[in-house]
């Protein structure tokens, strides 16, 4: 079932129109986004899937506020942010963006509670504040225990759930996902999908995964399909599959 | 973000590479340490030079036969000798130079028991061993009635004391020079050093009695006594110059000199040779300051090349910090602190380094170096420009990075 293009609304926490984004390399033209129309209201999970080239990563760019679309407008939480500057976006990604991705992308040599510090240092929280709100983020992901432990020191799902903490860092009202289960193991990934949907339902955070595993897209309630630059179809996901970590089945 | 903020950052970023940070400063400090302990080592000889010559005698002039202007030695000897009754008329006719002592400079054999050494014996009147600020550590110096009898007496220097006598006391024993009886009647304090030959080396005995009773005829020149020198030396060093104009003038006319002729006579001040060698000891400071600040330079190309090497490396960082929130003047500024810091740490180590390479030096006598707040200044104010200089390229290159395509670097 597609979703009909409503006029503003203000639930919508991101509202992109016609958004394109065109690449040029030389001679020739390549539009990564060929005229987007995406809406996603706040408080959703859903998924972004497509092959490699079809233009997700360029749409997540976009939506993260880590690049400006070619034309087309982009409101975010009601606000136009399409024209903004470099600093200003910096500034909207640190109050309303939280970043997840596949290589998890900590500090090395830095220990879990300074990585989840480090987004609410841009912000200008100041120290105490801070590094209380640096534990309560890593006790929510499970990591009360390690708070002291490097990257070296942590499995790949712990350092996950330490760049998911940083990424709810500064309370932000979306948190994107870049492929957030493509470097761990199946029942890892699992357990970080399981921690994605607990934050959605209970922290009514909006979370955008983007993903080419039909088995991650099928544990989310919407699935956007962009193949060419274009939304190929935007479907409700009628039969959530709800996978406990505790009792996964076997392949 | 403030700058406190910032700085932790920095610090984190630094200490999470140790070795690395480690490295980069190496250049900073061996530069530095080489601007303060080179130019310590530059400021010590400078002193000690400088000390040296004022220990000859502060304000001194010398007059001496012969024109040393290019001449060469060869001058002097052809050229008529002074006279005694030059040294007089010095005395009585210039006012400013009453302070003056005539000399005789001669290398002898001195003999003791079964001792004998080679000295430079210097007869004078009694007033010169004021004039070349010795003073008497034992005994008692020479006195007016000693030279108006031509009295054998001498007064000794430490070190030829400690080669003739050993650990006997030498005050009232019996010396010969030349083959004639001194009875020693002092002993003058150490100098140390001293310039064209050791001051602990002398032996100064009265000039009446050096012309009655060892020169001879040597130093009598058309039936009148010549002396191989004469000093003068004003109370007050501005005095110096004038006085020299007045000695000159007068010797001019003493010689039956024309304005036009040239000088058969030398008259030099050892303000002027002060300043001569003082010219040269700035000079070789100076020169030691722009080797080592050549070498510091050399250290900031290095900082600067590995900061480049670190923003490239740490370009996924870089992308991470952008996408949580960092603005370009963040990241610009944060790697120009953690590039002044490197800079700065290195420079402190190497300031410490230098100083203590100076104190060393010091303490096994090589040479009195100097450690002086300039070059404590100069190493810091440079070490803190290189920071700045070499750093702004690689933080600049950090700000301009586009946060996805550096999250995307592999």
Redesign the interface.
Known sequence: MTEETQDDNPDYVIDGRNLTKVYTMGDNEVRALDGVDVQIKRGELLSIMGPSGSGKSTLM?IL?C??SPTSGEYHLDGEPVHALG??AL??I???QLG?V?Q?F?L????PAI?QVS??M????IRGRKRKQRAQEMLELVGLGERMDHTPAELSGGQQQRVAIA?SL??DPAILLADEPTGALDTKTGIEIMALFKRLNREEGITVIIVTHDVEVAEQTPRVIHIRDGLIEKDVINETVVDIDPNNIPAH | MNLFENIRVAIRALLSNKLRALLTMLGIIIGSGAVVALMSFGNGATAAITDQIEGIGSNLITLLPGRFEGGGPDAAANADPLLFDDYTAVKENVPLARRTAPSIEMFQTIVYSKETVNAAVIASTPEYLDIRNFEIDLGRGLSASDNSTGARVAVIGPGLATELFGGLNPVGREIKINGVFFEVVGVTVEKGGGFGGSDDENVFIPIETGYRRLFGSTMVFNGKRTVSNVLISPLDADDVDQTMVEVERLMRRRRGLKLSDDLDFTLFSQNAFLDAFSAITATLTAFLGVIAGISLLVGGIGVMNIMLVSVTERTREIGLRKAVGARRATILTQFLIETMMLSLIGGAIGVAFGWGVSALVRRFDLLDAQVTMGSVILAFSVVALVGIVFGIYPAFRASRLSPIEALRYE
Request: glycine fraction near 10%.
């Open positions: 760019a993260g880590l690049d470099d600093n910096a500034g990604r640190s109050k970043f991705f290589q992308n500090l090395p040599r830095t300074e480090m987004p240092i841009y912000a200008g940083r860092a500064n």
